[in-house]
């Protein structure tokens, strides 16, 4: 009973059959200075009768798995106010402060007794405030530098070097569609393989963007004369400067 103090009231809540026990316990709680007390049965406990936010402390010789009167005493219970579960039946003491924690529940406690504490939060269930932005100065305070402040700054100009800011050549871009890189995959047939041997060899390449005859050679290999030199490669835009190696402009007879 050392959880009840003075001028508190308190809600002595109970299951199954009346015993010596029950009596002895409250008698001994309304030898408190000033303390009021209300013994209920569990079945017969509701919200109505009562009202939200009545009781100090609530003694409660019932389970931990009924998280529906659980939910119900935090109602029943003052802002910050407690309660005290006796609960031999519970399943473990995870679960029974897992119950009063998702109830709404604080600061639980589990004892070797099977005794369980849980603290109401300081505020009433359901409470809501209003947030005033009408004062902007502060919120704007707190992003100011103090011009006394001597922060090392960096020049933007000096993150990049002459080299970082190179335009980047259309063969350097270009990239195998299998692999994602400018590796040629194994049955390479798009040209790429041919490019990267003749760069590797020192060739130049020969460009042939003047070349085509129908005017039809950017649109693929349905569009193509059996002799084109894109024969094999993608489809591209109208004009796209396209480079092939020596091979590729051999016929094969």
């Not at 649109?219 to 084109?228: E, K, Q, W």
Request: aromatic share 6%.
């Amino acid at each position: 009973m050392n959880f009840v103090q003075q001028n508190n009231h308190v809600l002595y809540l109970w299951g199954g059959a009346v015993g010596p026990e029950i009596e002895k316990e409250v008698n001994e709680l309304k030898s408190i200075p000033n303390v009021q007390v209300n013994v209920e049965n569990v079945e017969r406990l509701q919200l109505a009768e009562y009202g939200k936010s009545q009781f100090d402390v609530i003694l409660a010789k019932v389970s931990t798995s009924n998280t529906k009167l659980i939910t119900l005493l935090v109602k029943l219970l003052k802002p910050k106010g407690k309660v005290v579960f006796r609960d031999e039946s519970a399943e473990s003491v995870d679960q029974a402060r897992s119950n009063l924690l998702l109830s709404g529940f604080i600061n639980i406690v589990a004892s070797d007794n099977n005794v369980y504490v849980g603290e109401k939060p300081d505020y009433e269930i359901g409470s809501k405030a209003k947030l005033s932005f009408a004062n902007k100065s502060n919120v704007a305070a707190v992003w100011k530098l103090d011009d006394n402040d001597e922060e090392e700054r960096i020049d933007d100009e000096e993150l990049l070097d002459e080299d970082d800011k190179a335009k980047p050549t259309a063969e350097s871009l270009r990239v195998c569609g299998t692999t994602g890189k400018r590796k040629a995959c194994k049955d390479c047939s798009c040209g790429l393989a041919e490019e990267l041997d003749a760069e590797a060899k020192g060739k130049a390449l020969t460009d042939t963007t003047t070349k085509s005859s129908c005017g039809s050679c950017y649109l693929g290999d349905a569009f193509r004369c059996a002799t084109c030199p894109y024969l094999g490669m993608p489809a591209f835009k109208p004009g796209e400067k396209i480079l092939l190696t020596d091979t590729q402009m051999r016929a094969d007879i």
